[in-house]
């Protein structure tokens, strides 16, 4: 491992564009330290940034689309930590490594022995997990579910199952314009006394956050469609 000068700030991001109020005031000034910019959108970085620091001349900094941390981005990290530049890693929405792009830039920051400085910020996860009612002592994020419908039913059953057997409540998310046919699913295929929590819009002024039983949630229809959501599970 070589040494190196080099700061990498994992700068937390907005989950909801009026949640300006959940982003510290020390990750701006974080965010002044930086020479340059790894970004999962660079459109919606700039945008994000300049909400915080208007005096921000954006022009002034460089910026690299992480783009899943393809070789040539993976390049250019390596050579900015050797030059002992100040980093900034900001994903889409929420924390950068946790359910969202950053890993493998941070993995190779942590290799050649960059500080890396994780910058407190909402994660929908732990939002959604915080609120559901459910154990926060024993649980996993296992993502998006697959999309073919007996494989989602399988999966569905294998997670209820796990819960179960170790009190374990398992995380997932959909695509939003998807969420309304997961719901259909976990309501005709999950046991009725299982409890399901449905955290939508967090941090913003439409946010819902409701914990019912499977028979409690079938009597309500639900209809989700369209809006980020965390779904948690616990049988």
Same mark, same amino acid.
Request: include cysteine.
């Given at each position: ?5 080099? /700061?990498?700030?994992? /700068? +937390?991001? &907005? =989950? ?11 990750? /701006? ?19 994000? &940034?300049?909400?915080?620091? *208007? !005096? ?11 783009? *899943? ?7 250019? =990290?390596?050579?900015?930590?050797? !030059? ?5 890693? #900001?994903?889409?929405?929420?924390? +950068? ?6 890993? =493998? ?20 996860? &732990? ?10 002592? $024993?649980? $996993?994020?296992?993502?998006?579910? +697959?999309?073919? @419908? ?9 997670? !209820? ?7 374990? @409540?398992?995380?997932? #998310? ?12 976990? =309501?005709? @295929?999950?046991? +009725?006394? @299982?409890?399901?929590? #449905? ?21 309500? *229809? ?14």
């Amino acid at each position: 491992m070589t040494e190196t000068k080099s /700061i990498v700030y994992l /700068i +937390p991001s &907005l =989950l909801a564009e009026d949640g300006l109020q959940t982003i510290p005031p020390y990750v /701006i000034e974080a965010v002044k330290k930086c020479d340059v910019f790894f970004v999962e959108n660079e459109r919606t970085a700039r945008r994000y &940034l300049k909400l915080y620091w *208007k !005096e921000m001349v954006i022009d002034d900094y460089k910026w690299y689309t992480i783009h *899943k941390a393809e070789g040539q981005v993976i390049t250019a =990290l390596q050579q900015k930590i050797k !030059e002992g530049k100040t980093i900034g890693i #900001i994903s889409e929405a929420g924390c +950068p490594g946790v359910a969202d792009p950053g890993q =493998l830039l941070i993995k190779v920051a942590q290799e050649m022995g960059a500080i890396v400085k994780p910058l407190v910020g909402p994660s929908a996860i &732990l939002l959604a997990l915080m609120a559901s009612g459910m154990n926060g002592q $024993q649980f $996993q994020f296992v993502g998006y579910l +697959p999309i073919d @419908t007996m494989e989602r039913i399988k999966t569905l059953k294998n997670l !209820e199952n796990e819960s179960r057997n170790k009190t374990c @409540t398992q995380v997932f #998310i959909e695509t939003p314009y998807r969420n309304n046919q997961l719901i259909e699913t976990i =309501l005709k @295929t999950c046991q +009725p006394v @299982t409890r399901l929590c #449905i955290a939508a819009d967090l941090t913003a002024t439409t946010e819902t956050i409701k914990t019912k039983t499977i028979a409690e949630w079938k009597k309500e *229809k639900p209809d989700f469609h369209k809006r980020p959501v965390i779904f948690c599970l616990l049988a």
